[in-house]
C-alpha cells in the first residue's frame, strides 16, 4: 500500500469540514518542490525519493480523464472474510443495487483505491455520511493525506470501526461518500448502501 506525502490525521469531527480558521498551505508545483531548498542535498535526495516519478514530469494514466484523482474502488474488509468491493469506475447509480451484509457488531475498516495523475494532489479528504430511513446517523470525516502522481494505485484505509449491534440497529443503511481536498474540490461523490444483520448468511 502506498504511503502519503504527508502523515495521515483521522478525525470524526463534524466541524472540520466547515472550519473557518483552518487556512490549507498554498498548493506547490513539483517543480516548485524540487527547487525549494535545494543546497541541502540530504533533503533534496529525500524529495527525489518520496516524489519519485513524478519529478519527471507529466505521470499521465488516463489521457481521456482530465482529473488529478481518478478514483477507483470502494473495499469494505473484515479480517478473516473477503473484501466486499464497489467498482466506482463505471455508472455510480447502479451502486445502490449493491447492498452489502454486515454482521452486526464486527470491526470493519474501509479502503479508498485511487489513482493520482498529473501533479500532486493536495489535503485529501474521506467524508462518510450514514442514513437509515433518511435520517443521519453518523458522520465521519478522514484526512488521507497529499500525494504525488504515480502509475500505480495508492490506497487509503480507515481505522477501524464497529458496525453497531443490537436488534433496533439491524436494517437497511444509506452512505453518501465524498472524496475531496482542500481546495472543496469533489474528485468523487458516489452513494452506496449496507445492511446489518444478525449474522453474515442471514
Known amino acids: ?32 518542490i524540487m ?3 535545494k543546497e541541502d542535498e540530504s533533503l533534496r535526495k529525500y524529495k527525489e525519493t518520496l516524489l519519485g516519478e513524478a519529478k519527471a514530469g ?28 464497489l467498482d466506482l469506475t463505471g455508472d455510480l447509480s447502479t451502486l445502490k443495487k449493491q447492498t452489502f451484509v454486515i454482521k452486526e457488531g464486527v470491526s470493519y475498516r474501509i479502503r479508498i483505491d485511487f489513482i493520482v495523475q ?21 458522520k465521519m470525516t478522514h484526512m488521507v493525506g ?12 480507515t481505522p477501524p470501526e464497529d458496525a453497531p449491534s443490537g436488534v433496533m440497529a439491524r436494517g437497511s443503511y444509506t452512505v453518501n461518500s465524498l472524496f475531496t481536498d482542500d481546495d472543496k474540490f469533489e474528485h468523487l461523490k458516489w452513494e452506496w ?10
Not at 3 to 11: G, N
Not at 75 to 80: I, N, S, W, Y
Request: one cysteine or more; a negative charge; glycine letters at 4%.
Open 58 to 85: 507529466g505521470v499521465v494514466v488516463d489521457p481521456s480523464n482530465p482529473r488529478k484523482v481518478i478514483v477507483k474502488k470502494l473495499a469494505l474488509c473484515v479480517a478473516g472474510r473477503p473484501d466486499m468491493e
Open 118 to 138: 498529473r501533479e500532486i494532489v493536495h489535503g485529501l479528504k474521506y467524508v462518510q455520511k450514514t442514513y437509515r430511513l433518511g435520517v443521519p446517523v453518523d
Open 1 to 32: 500500500m502506498s504511503e502519503p506525502v504527508l502523515d495521515h490525521v483521522d478525525s470524526v469531527d463534524e466541524e472540520l469540514e466547515t472550519d473557518t480558521n483552518y487556512k490549507p498551505p498554498p498548493e506547490k508545483t513539483i517543480e516548485q
Open 146 to 157: 497529499s500525494y504525488p502522481p504515480k502509475t500505480e494505485i495508492q490506497s487509503y484505509t
Open 193 to 202: 448502501s449496507f445492511d446489518i444483520k444478525k449474522d453474515w448468511k442471514e
Open 35 to 37: 527547487e525549494a531548498d
